[in-house]
């Protein structure tokens, strides 16, 4: 059963077109990757369904809902979360802050807690500490929650990320070139946190170029080129298909 459905959405900016009629479903609890040349239109599919940008025409469902147009607070609570290409981490404030600040969606105090702290105030906030406590020793960085976020390394900043969107407890995650800057290790070390993230039955679905990585992990795998499908299937399926190819190779003609 498909958790995400985009059906036929049109995106452009100042006439240039960047998604162009897109149709795909995303399976429940399965790992799906996006994948493309540069331009091809990954990231603002992304970004479409996240609410940071909204679609010209076109539907996006999820969880048999229509999602089309809602703000991304919104999106967070019915349980999609993200990371970015470019990182964004509070750098000044430390790594369990980060993570607390994925949590505060699922927090129900509101101004007048905030100010007088009453007992049910404390004790979700105490909740919300051994959440994001859980999540950081889920990604290995528990050792780590005092640190400034801006004091770990690249690879560990990325990991970091992930923590924050899943301590937003969401059932459908992306992420946004998971492995850019991370070494070998790194990058394996990922694809066993990825395979542990679904085996909580949260739904992934990802952009890399890290094709070792993608042909690994995906159960399927989806090739945009200038804005449209151009390709889906198992990774087998598509490492041979002519067209995706074609795309990321070139033609002699």
Known sequence: ??????????????????????????????IVGLIGPNGAGKTTVF???????????????????PITGLPTHSIVRLGI????????????????????????????????????RPPSQRREERAAVERAM??????????????????LSYGNQ???????????????????EPAGGMNDQETADLMGLIAAIQARGVTVLLIEHD???????CDKVIVLEYGAVIAEGTPAQVKGNPQVIDAYLGSDG
Not at 47 to 65: A, H, Q, V, Y
Not at 89 to 112: D, K, T
Not at 158 to 176: G, K, N, V
């Open 81 to 116: 979360a993200r990371t970015f290409q470019n990182i964004r981490l509070f750098q000044e404030m430390s790594v369990l802050e980060n993570v607390l600040s994925g949590c505060h969606c699922r927090m129900r105090a509101g101004l007048f807690s905030s100010l007088f």
């Open 134 to 151: 859980r999540e950081l020793a889920f990604a290995g960085l528990d050792e780590r929650h005092a640190d400034p976020a801006g004091s």
């Open 158 to 176: 990325r990991l970091l990320e992930i923590a924050r969107a899943l301590a937003s407890d969401p059932r459908f995650l992306i992420l946004d």
């Open 1 to 30: 059963m498909s958790l995400l459905a985009l059906r036929n959405l049109f995106k452009t900016f100042s006439g240039l077109v960047a998604v162009a009629g897109i149709s795909l479903e995303v399976e429940e609890k399965a």
């Open 211 to 217: 094709m070792n990585l993608v042909m690994k992990i």
């Open 47 to 65: 970004n479409l369904i996240t609410g940071n940008s909204r679609p010209d025409s076109g539907e996006i469902i999820f969880d048999r809902r």
